[in-house]
């Protein structure tokens, strides 16, 4: 299946019912870092970031990914839409943190998890990525993350663990999700959709089928979490997991 990067296409339908969930947080708690970038505390040591971007007809597009901060070590899942507002946040962490970003990890290859790819690697982070998505982007001749895995992958990030697993098609076919068990925050990332999404959203590269199915995966390997954030809009609880089961069943 190609996969298609054009902003547009890729991107149509994410603005609309980017809402609010039962866990949320207030505009006090956000970090602004420039016009374009946004961070917000999720748990000790775990920040989530939300960078902005315009589309044609749409301005400002959120998208979420986290950061977590372990001492002197950093990683970063999902890379923002730009070079340049992943560089803000690799500063931000040397800045106010004193760690680096050492590993970045896109959760699928489009433009809003992989796009600030080729800032990372210039800021030599070792990148992790599914063997798909890395298939993806090479064959688009996007920047590539320097090692792959198949099904699952556990990270190190000083004491903290984070757990990359891709459990099946969804949102596209290479979405996976990771999760941090000392913190038990679940990043769905564009697999999951916010408490308010009336729809899917942008469908082009999904598998609506498997979609589901894959999610009801989710569900049984982390039953724990207490955080699930989505790759657009606000987190939320394991309800997040629900909704986009129904918006599944109610697409076909």
Same mark, same amino acid.
Do not use: E, F, R, W
């Given at each position: 299946m190609h996969i298609k990067h054009k902003v547009l296409i890729v991107l149509l339908g994410f603005v609309f019912g980017l809402g609010v969930t039962a866990y949320g947080q207030s505009d006090n708690e956000r970090v602004r870092l420039s016009d374009d970038v946004e961070v917000r505390q999720l748990a000790e040591g775990v920040w989530r970031h939300t960078t902005y971007f315009d589309i044609e007809g749409f301005e400002n597009v959120p998208a979420n990914g986290l950061i977590v901060i372990d001492g002197k070590n950093a990683i970063m899942i999902d890379l923002p839409w730009t070079d340049e507002q992943t560089g803000v946040l690799f500063d931000w962490v040397v800045k106010e943190h004193?760690? @680096?970003?050492?590993? @970045? @990890?896109?959760?699928?290859?489009?433009?809003?998890?992989?796009g600030g790819l080729a800032e990372a690697h210039r800021r030599n982070a070792e990148s992790f990525a599914l063997d798909k998505t890395v298939e993806i982007l090479k064959r688009t001749n996007k920047p590539v993350p320097k090692n792959w895995f198949t099904d699952r992958l556990c990270l190190a990030c000083g004491e903290t663990q984070v757990e990359l697993s891709f459990l099946g098609a969804g949102h596209t076919i290479d979405n996976i999700v990771a999760w941090i068990p000392s913190k038990k925050i679940l990043f769905g990332g564009c697999m999951v959709k916010s408490q308010n999404a009336g729809n899917l959203g942008n469908t082009a590269d999904a598998d609506v089928e498997s979609w589901p199915k894959t999610l009801q995966k989710v569900k049984d390997a982390f039953p724990y979490s207490k955080i699930v954030v989505p790759g657009h809009g606000r987190p939320g609880g394991m309800e997040l997991i629900d909704h986009t089961i129904r918006l599944c069943n109610n697409n076909n």
């Open positions: 004193g760690a @680096v970003i050492q590993k @970045v @990890v896109p959760t699928h290859s489009h433009i809003d998890c992989a």
